[in-house]
């Protein structure tokens, strides 16, 4: 019976933080875009990769460029395969609580941002976000895990 609590509770931690971490995400992003002085339809995090629905876009600023200047390079795609990685991480994360291995936690954290650290680099507003999700990523995994670690001791 241990072994279905703690698949199922992986299971909650890397399939149930996914729509979680999207919520947060479009939350924040709201509040962002609600701040004084910003533009509500420009949103510079926009230009990245949107990977609940699969689409890459980018929206554009309300002023068009002017007619004289060659169309400036679209800026280029940034945080791929975010879905795939917030999958793994809270999947590595719930294993690290669950096997009572926080220090691994630290692992991950290292391994994502030195990964990302040269897009991020780049463009802070994929910066915030990536900050955001992964927080929200990992406190919903940690959430799951330790729920599934009382269920044990109970039991």
Not at 32 to 61: F, I, N, S, W
Not at 99 to 123: C, M, N, S, W
Not at 134 to 154: D, E, F, K, N, P
């Amino acid at each position: 019976m241990d072994v279905l609590w703690i698949v199922l509770g992986l299971a909650v931690a890397a399939v149930g933080g996914w729509p979680v971490t999207a919520a947060v995400l479009k939350v924040a992003r709201a509040v962002e875009a609600a701040r004084p002085g910003r533009d509500p339809r420009y949103d510079p995090a926009a230009d990245q990769v949107h990977e609940l629905t699969g689409v890459v876009g980018q929206q554009q600023p309300a002023v068009p460029p002017l007619p004289a200047r060659p169309p400036a390079p679209a800026p280029p795609v940034i945080l791929r395969g975010g879905l795939v990685i917030g999958f793994l991480e809270r999947l590595a994360v719930a294993t690290a609580v669950l096997a009572d291995e926080p220090v691994a936690i630290a692992y991950v954290v290292a391994i994502k941002g030195l990964g990302r650290y040269a897009e991020l680099k780049e463009t802070p507003a994929a910066a915030e976000r990536f900050i955001i999700g992964t927080l929200t990523s990992m406190l919903w995994a940690v959430g799951a895990a330790v729920a599934v670690r009382a269920a044990l001791l109970q039991g």
